[in-house]
């Protein structure tokens, strides 16, 4: 049984199996700005979206169904892998500010990317995240069998990893995220891209 920690405590509650993580108003994690400030974060940088998450060392597979209601841009469910504030990426079934619901990634070396993958219709998406050494892959699925890669990256980990949920609402007023199937099982995949 793993033992999950909070970064930004919310409300959680779980029911038949599905986990639901409040997702606050205007919340989320994306580091931007040209100047470091005295903590050495960029500038103008957002860390304040509910983040449960466990800490795990070595290879693992995580995957999650996910659903919300999609009210404001950027409204997510993600998953995300940290190292520390200037080190992690996430992976986010998102409501996008191009009027599309897509699965969108975001890798934070010091200042946060963002990447915009497929757009999908419907709901629920799986969410997949491995690690294969300092290798790290972001997939997602429309019916929880076939997944397919959005995202492949490096990230230097010497110790333990937090690997979690994140509940996201930067620009709306929040709203219930849903979690439900979660499984973290500590293996090497044969093929990062693939997802297996």
Same mark, same amino acid.
């Given at each position: ?27 989320? #994690? ?40 999609? +009210? ?10 940290? $190292? ?13 500010? #191009? ?9 934070? $070396? ?68 849903? #979690? ?13 891209? $693939?997802? +297996?």
């Amino acid at each position: 049984m793993r033992t999950f920690s909070w970064m930004n405590e919310s409300s959680l509650t779980e029911k038949d199996g599905v986990l639901t993580i409040h997702a606050p108003a205007k919340t989320d #994690f994306f580091n931007f700005g040209e100047q470091l400030d005295a903590s050495g974060l960029p500038s103008e940088s957002s860390g304040n979206a509910p983040y449960y998450y466990t800490e795990i060392t070595g290879d693992f597979v995580l995957r999650v169904k996910v659903s919300l209601d999609f +009210e404001s841009d950027y409204d997510a469910c993600s998953l995300m892998l940290m $190292k520390d504030r200037l080190n992690w990426g996430k992976l986010c079934f998102e409501k996008s500010d #191009f009027g599309t619901i897509a699965v969108v990634s975001v890798v934070t $070396k010091v200042r946060s990317d963002d990447a915009n993958g497929v757009n999908v219709s419907g709901e629920p998406i799986w969410l997949q995240a491995a690690r294969v050494g300092n290798y790290f892959s972001f997939h997602y699925s429309l019916d929880g069998k076939r997944f397919d890669m959005t995202r492949l990256f490096h990230m230097d980990v010497e110790g333990p990893l937090k690997v979690g949920l994140v509940a996201q609402s930067p620009t709306g007023e929040g709203g219930p995220r849903h #979690f439900e199937q979660l499984t973290i099982q500590q293996r090497t995949i044969a093929n990062l891209r $693939k997802g +297996e």
